[in-house]
């Protein structure tokens, strides 16, 4: 895998032989990762991973027309091979108006801000054995559990690069430390399954592994016996690490590709109040140490904090230059990303809900039969008409208390009814992407017997 530096060069070569080809205009990306994985099950070891991977994107412009194609081998005459191959490839493409670089004076220029997302330390795969033994014994500690499917522990590191033909050159590198234990609780056909993660990019920000196992243990013996719920509407509470994926829809709705594609559930509430006032949403991508902080976005553009709503209201769209023009925005808003190949997407970096006032027994105090969900099961969300449904388990709540496990049910309702009914409990939790508190939403349908 290239360093960071590396990677930047190479891309520049690639631009350069891109423009000795014929296009007007090219840029290129670079991903490398190493990972390296050890799991373990019943004490003995399971499996021991190791993977690199690399790739050099290129997009090349011939006038209106484009064409991107990628390559894992880097060689020069590899590369020389490729850029012909694009620019033949953008001759014989469509004209695209909306299609482009941002303005080269929107470009970062940087210095870069340092977001501190390496880890310069090493693990060893007897140090990743020894991790992944120490939070499975927890798990497997925990009155109740009977089995295991193990635990794991890894080190990922990655470099990114973005080079383009009209002055943007930037490089940058990080780590990932993750850690995981699944439990199984039961006996028979009454077993229950459940299991706890955590990802950092620095070792010393992970919290303590028999503290990650033994809420994997907990959590599958607290699943044994489940009853089931009678249909009805009722409040329905999310746990934050289900939660997520609420605000996650909000995002994908706000994507100005989405909008100008007239394939979003708010395309007709542009700065209209769609939660209750005081609910507020932060895009963070310079947060120190945001599991996915980046110093410029996938187009050069430099990027800044921003509320998606504030007090309630929604701020607007996401957009790459491409969503921009078609949208008449005046500028992109720093939210383009890039995956391997092809033109930039739309995405936010480190997200989260404001905790509201309200501990967890307080938000759910008054709920006299509802329902607290633990895990969300299969895709049920269209994002064109906000229709949300999906399979769910986790705990029944009576009279303001936790009243056993619950299974076999299905939650639903419309994201913006549900967005608008939505309140924060203020126990928000600092270690995904996508952070929330516990989240209740009144008046969701249950379907169960």
Same mark, same amino acid.
């Given at each position: 895998? !290239? #360093?960071?530096?590396?990677?930047?060069?190479? %891309? &520049?070569?690639?631009? +350069? =032989? /891109? *423009? @000795?080809?014929?296009? $007007?205009?090219?840029?290129?990306?670079?991903?490398?990762?190493?990972?390296?994985?050890?799991?373990?099950?019943?004490?003995?070891?399971?499996?021991?991973?190791?993977?690199?991977?690399?790739?050099?994107?290129?997009?090349?412009?011939?006038?209106?027309?484009?064409?991107?194609?990628?390559?894992?081998? !880097? #060689?020069?005459?590899?590369?020389?091979?490729? %850029? &012909?191959?694009?620019? +033949? =490839? /953008? *001759? @014989?493409?469509?004209? $695209?108006?909306?299609?482009?670089?941002?303005?080269?004076?929107?470009?970062?220029?940087?210095?870069?801000?340092?977001?501190?997302?390496?880890?310069?330390?090493?693990?060893?795969?007897?140090?990743?054995?020894?991790?992944?033994?120490?939070?499975?014994?927890?798990?497997?500690?925990?009155?109740?559990?009977?089995?295991?499917?193990?635990?794991?522990?890894?080190?990922?590191?990655?470099?990114?690069?973005?080079?383009?033909?009209?002055?943007?050159?930037?490089?940058?590198?990080?780590?990932?430390?993750?850690?995981?234990?699944?439990?199984?609780?039961?006996?028979?056909?009454?077993?229950?399954?459940?299991?706890?993660?955590?990802?950092?990019?620095?070792?010393?920000?992970?919290?303590?592994?028999?503290?990650?196992?033994?809420?994997?243990?907990?959590?599958a013996v607290q699943r044994l016996e489940p009853s089931r719920v009678?249909?009805?509407?009722?409040?329905?509470?999310?746990?934050?690490?289900?939660?997520?994926?609420?605000?996650?829809h909000l995002i994908g709705a706000i994507s100005g590709n989405a909008?100008?594609?007239?394939?979003?559930?708010?395309?007709?509430?542009?700065?209209?109040?769609?939660?209750?006032?005081?609910?507020?949403?932060?895009?963070?991508?310079?947060?120190?140490?945001?599991?996915?902080?980046?110093?410029?976005?996938?187009?050069?553009?430099?990027?800044?904090?921003?509320?998606?709503?504030?007090?309630?209201?929604?701020?607007?769209?996401?957009?790459?230059?491409?969503?921009?023009?078609?949208?008449?925005?005046?500028?992109?808003?720093?939210?383009?990303?890039?995956?391997?190949?092809?033109?930039?997407?739309?995405?936010?970096?480190?997200?989260?809900?404001?905790?509201?006032?309200?501990?967890?027994?307080?938000?759910?105090?008054?709920?006299?039969?509802?329902?607290?969900?633990?895990?969300?099961?299969?895709?049920?969300?269209?994002?064109?008409?906000?229709?949300?449904?999906?399979?769910?388990?986790?705990?029944?709540?009576?009279?303001?208390?936790?009243?056993?496990?619950?299974?076999?049910?299905?939650?639903?309702?419309?994201?913006?009814?549900?967005?608008?009914?939505?309140?924060?409990?203020?126990?928000?939790?600092?270690?995904?992407?996508?952070?929330?508190?516990?989240?209740?939403?009144?008046?969701?349908?249950?379907?169960?017997?």
């Open positions: 895998m !290239l #360093s960071p530096t590396q990677a930047q060069d190479r %891309a &520049a070569a690639l631009i +350069d =032989m /891109a *423009r @000795a080809a014929g296009a $007007d205009a090219a840029d290129a990306v670079y991903s490398g990762s190493s990972s390296e994985s050890v799991g373990v099950r019943l004490g003995n070891l399971e499996d021991v991973e190791r993977s690199e991977s690399e790739s050099l994107d290129l997009r090349v412009f011939v006038g209106q027309r484009s064409a991107s194609i990628g390559s894992s081998d !880097l #060689s020069d005459a590899a590369l020389k091979e490729l %850029a &012909a191959r694009a620019v +033949d =490839m /953008a *001759r @014989a493409a469509p004209e $695209d108006q909306f299609a482009g670089f941002a303005a080269a004076d929107l470009l970062c220029k940087g210095p870069f801000p340092d977001l501190d997302v390496a880890d310069p330390g090493e693990l060893s795969p007897t140090q990743l054995r020894a991790r992944a033994l120490e939070v499975e014994d927890a798990a497997r500690a925990v009155p109740g559990v009977t089995n295991s499917e193990g635990g794991h522990a890894s080190l990922t590191n990655r470099n990114f690069a973005l080079v383009t033909s009209h002055g943007f050159a930037g490089s940058f590198g990080g780590t990932m430390h993750g850690i995981s234990a699944t439990a199984i609780a039961g006996e028979g056909g009454g077993m229950q399954r459940d299991y706890a993660w955590r990802m950092a990019h620095h070792l010393e920000d992970l919290p303590p592994l028999d503290q990650i196992g033994h809420q994997a243990g907990t959590r009678k249909s009805g509407q009722m409040p329905v509470v999310f746990d934050p690490r289900v939660g997520g994926s609420l605000i996650s909008i100008a594609r007239r394939a979003s559930f708010l395309l007709d509430h542009a700065d209209e109040q769609i939660f209750a006032p005081g609910i507020t949403i932060h895009d963070d991508p310079l947060r120190r140490r945001g599991l996915s902080s980046r110093p410029f976005d996938g187009e050069g553009l430099a990027t800044g904090p921003r509320a998606l709503v504030e007090n309630g209201r929604l701020t607007g769209w996401l957009m790459d230059s491409a969503a921009a023009r078609q949208l008449g925005a005046a500028a992109p808003t720093g939210h383009a990303v890039r995956g391997a190949g092809g033109s930039p997407g739309v995405g936010a970096s480190n997200v989260h809900l404001e905790a509201g006032t309200l501990s967890v027994a307080e938000l759910i105090a008054d709920i006299e039969d509802g329902v607290f969900v633990t895990e969300l099961i299969g895709h049920g969300v269209n994002g064109v008409t906000g229709d949300y449904s999906r399979g769910a388990s986790g705990l029944r709540i009576v009279k303001g208390e936790i009243a056993g496990p619950v299974a076999e049910l299905t939650v639903a309702g419309s994201l913006l009814e549900m967005y608008r009914a939505l309140t924060p409990a203020n126990d928000l939790e600092w270690h995904r992407t996508v952070n929330v508190p516990t989240i209740r939403i009144d008046g969701m349908t249950v379907a169960g017997d």
